[in-house]
Nanobody, 121 residues
Framework: QVQLVESGGGLVQPGGSLRLSCAASGFTVATYRMRWYRQAPGKEREWVATITSTSTGDSTNYADSVKGRFTISRDNPKNTVYLQMSSLKPEDTAVYYC????????????WGQGTQVTVSS
């Protein structure tokens, strides 16, 4: 059974850090393009970061709003993807979701259930 389970969210003060985890089962994250998204109250879900497997190693990309503050990575033996967030701002408050897309046929997409991140003093 395919499953993505996010964890690590919580309440943090502005300027603080959190590390989110996305544990996968039923498929191998090493062969999938993995992304983090977030959705703030009353707003549309937005893309945050991507990690892609290439012939020369992993490639990462970030939304401008988080570039330099967030880092996406993965631990293949643990079949887990992470989002290290630092210098957090109140506008980072959102539910954070993990998404997986297969990089070869059959093309599949999986989503996790989300984890809440609240940045507030």
């Amino acid at each position: 059974q395919v499953q993505l389970v996010e964890s690590g969210g919580g309440l943090v003060q502005p300027g603080g850090s959190l590390r989110l985890s996305c544990a996968a089962s039923g498929f191998t994250v090493a062969t999938y393009r993995m992304r983090w998204y977030r959705q703030a109250p009353g707003k549309e879900r937005e893309w945050v970061a991507t990690i892609t497997s290439t012939s020369t190693g992993d490639s990462t990309n970030y939304a401008d709003s988080v570039k330099g503050r967030f880092t996406i990575s993965r631990d293949n033996p643990k079949n887990t993807v992470y989002l290290q967030m630092s210098s957090l701002k109140p506008e980072d408050t959102a539910v954070y979701y993990c998404r997986a897309n297969s990089q070869a046929s059959p093309y599949r997409t999986y989503w996790g259930q989300g984890t809440q991140v609240t940045v507030s003093s």
